[in-house]
């Protein structure tokens, strides 16, 4: 019998508000003409990971690779296939967010949001942006029309559509890509939740907002104690908003750590190709080619090697006749999943 | 320059009417682009860059006017054109990466179906020849094949994104206008289509409009920069001209606001103030509420063009120098 340290220790770490273990969700994937046998999508293939209150997590890595599915998992928005999402496992009784059914479901949506990566998709055409953003306090039935008004003027005084008042009876087709963006935050944000999954939130904002809304975000997370999964593909963001980055890669978490050391010391070598590839700010500079083989990645079945053998730089026999790399410390608590890092 | 540019655009201005005013996206705007150019557009969230790309295409919703000005392609005022005429050029001569797209498929057909609908009602191209050039296509934005006869909901962000980018590209048209087209995109993947792009746009002589709030992506991808402001272009000119000595000071804000992954992590620079209310824009500068460099003339008169070269901007107190 193994025992469970953590049931065992239960303040073991108050600190943590999610702790993930060995998620998995798989989709069964088409039959066609260019794919005979049907298959399993590894869209997320046993990922661990906790996120501490205040603190922001970065997910970064190719698309494709299990970003949204991840956020839509931890939101509960999909169910998961295998694993645990413990909610506050530091208490006594934590919750198992991925059994979770019924009552005890819905008051736990309450304390969650997300942030879609298309804010078309969590938007009513129909409504205005008032409606919207005050949905989710209709829906928990906190406060008065009135109330609802004099919110949803602060919260979009706070994401930078002012004067609120020129933006309250717009429909979402009236505002800007990047308006649209920001509706979609404070929305998110109105209730004070406990955690946020932002799915690329600043995708589409310009520099000058973005900064805003990046500090707004800390400033909530700092005040609320709010926890983010922060997914983007923007490492440059990623490097102010973040405290830790993890990088996916078809399915898995390839590597992870503290934000600055990450960025500046990458030991997988997926991520000093994701690193390389980003462009400079100075038309002059020429960047080299970026390391890594050509080809598409097809999370279909994948062989019980390392995800990222067939792009490797650096793969040989070894990566190829073992199974997938385990995380590991490779220093300064730092932790990658490769045989030659 | 004896050539004709591929496109130009004179004093071009367009309202949009909603129930409390006019909002004054696209006011007064100039600029064109030579044959094989691709022309960078940068600027604040709802300055008007999307709006001049739909106006370019004539496709603009029921509320909006196009009130003055001239869009020349190839010489001839499209303006003016029934819509008749314009689904001529529309995707043949000029075709377009939408903001967002990835929700502009049709969810309930195929996505490689969609894409050679689109090829054959342009180029009356036969299916087998349509197919292959679709896996083409899939090639350049690195897409695995097996999703041609899939559906778009089983399609990432990112993989929706990048068909509709093959699809853009399908009818090989002269000018493609592409609104973020890589924003949500991975930075591997962004990588391999800019280098796509810009190499299918040299072999074809094609040229291009590249909206982006991302400077960086600007830098690497346009010989020519407009930066907007208000419904405004304020500076336009060379890359390095306007990235290394930039004139006008919003450009100069841009750039420090944006984060690097390089070099040292310095605290980034904001904007203070309010972004322009479009629907009454400040008088004289429009950026001279939020302007450090604001004197007494800016709040009431209209700044002068600034040129240097080829390189301009709109300012009472240009910077550098
Ligand atoms: N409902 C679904 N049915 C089948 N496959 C799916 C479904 N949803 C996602 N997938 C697949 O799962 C994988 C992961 O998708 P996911 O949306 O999580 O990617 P992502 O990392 O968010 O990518 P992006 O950065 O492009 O948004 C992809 O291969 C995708 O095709
Ligand atoms: N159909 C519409 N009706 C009324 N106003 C509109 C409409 N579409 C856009 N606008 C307004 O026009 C202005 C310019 O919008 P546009 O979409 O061109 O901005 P943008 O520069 O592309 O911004 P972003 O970077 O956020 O995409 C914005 O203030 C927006 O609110
Ligand atoms: S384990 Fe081998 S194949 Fe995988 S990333 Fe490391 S070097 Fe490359
Ligand atoms: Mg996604
Ligand atoms: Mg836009």
Redesign the pocket.
Known sequence: MTLDIAKLVPSLDSRILLKVEGLRKY?R?TANRFRRNRGL?H?VDGIDFEVAKDESLGLV??????????GKLLVRLIDPTAGRILLNPGQQQPTDIATLKGKPLKAFRRKVQIIF?DPYESMNPRRTIFDTVAEPLKVQKMGGTLEHLDRVSHMLELVGLTPPSTFLFRYPHELSGGQRQRVAIARALIVEPAFVVADEPTSMLDVSIRTGVMRLMEELAARLGIGYLY?T?DLAVARYVCDRIAV?YLGKIVEVGETEELLQRPKHPYTQALLSAVPVPDPTFTRPPVRIKGGVSV?VDPPDQCRFYSRCPLADDFCRDNPHPPLEDKGAGQLAACYKA | MSERPVLAVEDLTMHYSIKAGAVRAVDGVTFSIERGQALGLVGESGSGKSSIAMTLLRLLPDNAQILRGKILLDGVDIVPLSEERMREYRWNRISMIFQAAMNSLNPVYKVGEQIIEALEAHLESAREESIERVRRLYDVVNLDPGLIVRYP???????RQRAIIAMALACEPDLIIADEPTT???VIVQDHILREMRSIQAELDMSMIYISHDMAVIAEVSDVVGVMYAGKIVELGGTADVFHSPIHPYTRSLMSAFPSVTGKKRELGTLTGEPPNLLDPPEGCRFHPRCPYATDVCSNQEPPKVRRGNHWAACWNPQGE
């Open positions: 989709y994937a999508i869209a890595g190719e698309s494709g690779c299990g970003k949204t599915t991840t990566q997914i593909h996916m999370p | 909901h089983e399609y990432s962000g990112g993989m949500a995109l991975d």
